[in-house]
């Protein structure tokens, strides 16, 4: 069987922790557009310098230069097996990029998992978030503490703060959900592929949930 998804929800809705779980279990691609940018800010690459700054301040990239991202990493084979996408797409002319690269590859149409989440959860999930940024993941001050203060559980590295989880960051953020990326739920809810998940329950429900509407 295989499972194509994509992962929508606001900043700090669980995307990147539920997508990770599933990974474990499913072993298919966790494409995270956030990570791959991430990485490239890491190596110093013409791209990661493009986007640094507008990443820090919460806007987004534009839809041009995320879609060659997506495209160049779907000419991977592993994308056959399955996929789950976390991060894109993030706005009506992504999903419609998005639909012509999976129609162009003959891949099975995604499932969208919705993780719906409230305002003031959301700002509390982001605003105590720790992140690896040598493996991605991610744990959370109170929520969700790593096993050592400041080390990551997965690989053992010193966990950090995000640039774009400050205050102002978040704010933004959660702005540019609501305008450019809520419109999506409607667009995906016409398609008949949206599937609502509630994002305040416990990491394990979540994934349970997941999966039962994954295999449905
Ligand atoms: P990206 O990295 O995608 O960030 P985001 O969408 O803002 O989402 P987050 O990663 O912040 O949240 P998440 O839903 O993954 O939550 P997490 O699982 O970590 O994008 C970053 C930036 O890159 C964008 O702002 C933009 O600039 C650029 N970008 C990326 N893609 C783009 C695109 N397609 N177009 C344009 N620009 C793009 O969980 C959050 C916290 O909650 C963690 O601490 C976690 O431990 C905790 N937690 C999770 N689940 C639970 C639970 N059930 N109970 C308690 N705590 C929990
Ligand atoms: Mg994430």
Excluded at 182 to 203: F, H, R, V, W
Aim: net charge positive; aromatic share 6%.
């Amino acid at each position: 069987m295989v499972f194509n998804c994509i992962f929508l929800g606001a900043p700090g809705s669980g995307k990147g922790t539920q997508a990770k779980r599933l990974q474990a279990q499913l072993n298919i691609p966790h494409i995270s557009t956030g990570d791959m940018l991430r990485q490239e800010i890491a190596k110093g690459s013409d791209l990661g310098n493009r986007v640094k700054e507008i990443m820090a301040q919460g806007r987004l990239i534009d839809d041009q230069l995320m879609t060659e991202v997506i495209e160049k990493r779907f000419s991977a084979s592993d994308i056959k097996t399955g996929f789950m996408l976390d991060g894109y797409p993030r706005t009506v002319n992504q999903a419609a990029s998005l639909k012509s690269i999976i129609e162009k590859l003959s891949l099975q149409e995604p499932k969208t998992i919705y993780i719906k989440l409230g305002f003031d959860e959301l700002k509390n999930r982001l605003l105590g978030r720790l992140s690896c940024s040598k493996c991605g993941s991610t744990f959370h001050v109170k929520l969700n503490p790593p096993k050592t203060s400041g080390i990551c559980d997965a690989c053992g590295s010193q966990l950090s703060q995000r640039k774009d989880d400050t205050e102002e960051a978040v704010v933004n953020r959660l702005k540019v959900f609501e305008k450019e990326t809520a419109p999506l739920l409607d667009y995906y809810k016409q398609s008949k592929s949206l599937i609502e998940i509630n994002g305040a329950q416990e990491m394990e429900k979540i994934t349970a949930d997941i999966l039962r509407s994954l295999k449905a």
